[in-house]
């Protein structure tokens, strides 16, 4: 496979533009942690978190932006250690089901920034 073709691949796994914040997100899946939510686009969000959580795991998260609060159900996609603190990690959670009101507010959230 060529740099062209992985150059593609690379793109393609980030569907949406994402948008650097800070906010606190109530995440409720088999427990329920407060995380440091650091970066949202239209297809999920990153969190930073002390409390673990599973790959593939289900949860609803909770959150503010200016244009209001987001309820959305996602699946955790990756958990790995920070680089600054390894007592804390990195959560990537995509979202499964958003309603479309939500959806077009995170769109216009990240489209400000």
């Known amino acids: 496979m060529g740099a062209k073709a992985i150059a593609q691949i690379h793109i393609d796994k980030r569907r949406y533009p994402r948008r650097r914040f800070a906010s606190i997100a109530t995440v409720y899946g088999s427990k329920t942690i407060q995380a440091q939510a650091i970066e949202l686009s239209e297809g999920g969000m990153m969190l930073r978190s002390k409390t673990k959580l ?6 609803l998260v909770h959150f503010t932006i200016p244009e209001g609060k987001i309820q959305a159900q996602g699946r955790v996609i990756y958990s790995k250690p920070t680089e600054e603190n390894p007592d804390f990690d990195y959560i990537g ?17 990240v489209q400000a920034g």
Do not use: D, Q, W
């Open 93 to 109: 959670i995509r979202f499964t089901n958003i309603s479309e009101l939500e959806r077009l507010s995170i769109k216009k959230f």
């Open 54 to 59: 599973s790959l593939s795991s289900i949860v």
